[in-house]
Nanobody, 121 residues
Framework: VQLQASGGGLVQPGGSLRLSCAVS????????VGWFRQAPGKEREAVSC????????YYPDLAKGRFTISRDNAKNTVYLQMNSLEPEDTAVYYC???????????????WGQGTQVTVSS
């Protein structure tokens, strides 16, 4: 299983970014996916989650109305559209996939390498 995150960078307060995560290794069963973030000195926290059938989403209060998770099934890519970014959104963002990977019989939890998002003027 591989999760390759990209799209991070430096953005001014109020700006937008779209993160991408290319997911591979789930040939039979589409995984549930999510985005998490971790700021220096803080614990990793969930930003958004998407169910296997793309029909259920979860957003904590910090993301509601500003962030949108989506998935392109044909490209096996998960996106996080982030709008109205604030300095408090500065963190390393990680994509996560949870499911039964090819060659495995049980559910596993997989993480990408993280992409830095910095919100600053």
């Amino acid at each position: 299983v591989q999760l390759q995150a990209s799209g991070g960078g430096l953005v001014q307060p109020g700006g937008s970014l779209r993160l991408s995560c290319a997911v591979s290794g789930f040939t039979l069963n589409r995984p549930a996916v999510g985005w998490f973030r971790q700021a220096p000195g803080k614990e990793r926290e969930a930003v958004s989650c998407l169910s296997t059938n793309n029909d259920i989403t979860y957003y904590p209060d910090l993301a509601k109305g500003r962030f949108t998770i989506s998935r392109d099934n044909a490209k096996n890519t998960v996106y996080l559209q982030m709008n109205s970014l604030e300095p408090e959104d500065t963190a390393v963002y990680y994509c996560n996939a949870r499911g039964v990977a090819a060659g495995y019989a049980t559910t596993g939890d997989y993480w990408g390498q993280g992409t830095q998002v910095t919100v600053s003027s």
